[in-house]
């Protein structure tokens, strides 16, 4: 059979990219298909209304999703993203949110890999542990640090993952002048403070800027190219080899499979509303879980009646996200001594600091030690709608 591409990718953000850059600069023909824009660092502007991460996403009213929880009889309650204003999506463009995260790039430990196992089980939970291992995976954390460009300084300290690399690919990016504080501070009560390291450029390399310390970094485009997203990391080295095309406005809505179970074209909307279609040796799907989950359920075929690779009925099941809160503090000026006062002045630069002493903390009332969290440390950014 005749294809047009030897691999067909569904999605553009952080899972598709890599995909696309091994496998074009390997010499294989790569099509990307992405439901949003293609944008560029001139379109990423400091505007903090027009162009938070909201702007690239859909509006709730026409793209919604239904979170189902426990009524506490024995059913479930349904209620619409629409209707709550919780909003799953973070940016439906080319490079997908990685054009709009920090770039805060931590390691899983060791220990993340075997939680059933340290930790036991959790009533109610099928957790089990990873079929393979941080030191299996090792070698491809260091690669990633280095194309995609990670800034930083590696640091001693008791919960720190093993690494086969002394030290980051580039130095860290500048500090404000409040890392200082932060370090004695810690050190004071016996803490460790690190560095964060971050997916920036401290310093330029061939194809991207160094950071311009504007400030605008979390929940924006990067207007440098310092920000190691898919787009500027990854799928513009792949675009270089020849072998990768990018196909914005492009929404898989279903992957069509034969009668041997095998999936040879891939259905999409395109800008204009018409169907169109690719066919491949190889599809991969990389839209983020909940897409995923969405497109690979609704792609059912005479040898996949319940969706593909769902035999186990385990797709869109087990979902794992990133949890956590935010705090936050105001220094007053009146309180600190001229110098200080001015030193909190500087605008742009990182503070770059974060806290890993209870990533895993023992309980004496919860039979024994529990896997915990850790501490990230940043400015606010500089916009006046932040502040209210």
Excluded at 25 to 40: C, F, H, M, N, R
Excluded at 180 to 197: A, E, K, S, V
Excluded at 257 to 279: F, P
Aim: aromatic content about 10%.
């Amino acid at each position: 059979m005749n294809t047009d591409y030897d691999v067909c990718i569904v999605g553009s953000g952080a899972g598709a990219g890599p995909v696309a850059l091994t496998l074009s600069e390997a010499g294989y023909s790569v099509v990307v298909l992405e439901k949003g824009p293609w944008y560029e660092e001139k379109d990423f502007y400091k505007d903090e209304i027009a162009f938070r991460y909201g702007a690239y996403s859909p509006n709730l009213k026409d793209e919604q999703h239904v979170i189902e929880k426990p009524d506490g009889d024995g059913g479930w309650r349904s209620r619409s993203t629409f209707d709550s204003g919780i909003s799953f999506w973070r940016g439906n463009c080319v490079g997908g949110s990685s054009n709009f995260m920090s770039g805060f790039f931590f390691r899983l430990k060791p220990v993340d890999f075997r939680l059933l196992s340290t930790f036991g089980p959790i009533e109610g939970a099928n957790l089990v542990d990873w079929p393979i291992t941080y030191e299996d995976l090792e070698p491809y954390y260091t690669r990633v640090e280095s194309v995609v460009g990670v800034s930083g300084r590696v640091v001693q300290h008791p919960n720190l993952e093993p690494r086969s690399t002394g030290d980051f690919p580039y130095p860290p990016t500048l500090e404000h002048p409040f890392s200082g504080w932060f370090d004695d501070t810690c050190l004071n009560l016996g803490l460790h403070p690190l560095p964060t390291p971050r997916a920036i450029l401290s310093s330029m390399n061939m194809m991207r800027q160094s950071c311009g310390y504007s400030g605008w970094c979390g929940s924006y485009g990067c207007a440098t190219g310092a920000k190691g997203s898919s787009r500027a990391a990854l799928l513009n080295p792949a675009l270089e080899t020849g072998n990768c095309e990018i196909r914005p406005h492009s929404k898989v809505y279903k992957l069509e499979s034969n009668s041997r179970g095998n999936v040879i074209a891939a259905e999409y909307y395109d800008k204009a509303g018409r169907t169109q279609q690719v066919d491949a040796k190889i599809f991969v799907v990389a839209c983020q879980a909940i897409e995923t989950s969405r497109l690979l359920l609704s792609s059912s075929g005479p040898r996949h009646k319940n969706g593909l690779a769902n035999n186990s009925g385990q797709v869109g099941r087990n979902l794992l996200f990133s949890a956590g809160g935010s705090g936050s503090g105001d220094f007053l000026y009146e309180n600190l001594d001229k110098g200080k006062a001015e030193s909190l002045e500087h605008q742009g630069r990182f503070v770059n600091r974060g806290l890993q002493d209870w990533y895993v903390i023992n309980d004496p009332n919860g039979g024994g030690g529990k896997r915990a969290a850790l501490l990230i440390f940043c400015l606010s950014i500089p916009v006046l709608l932040q502040r209210q």
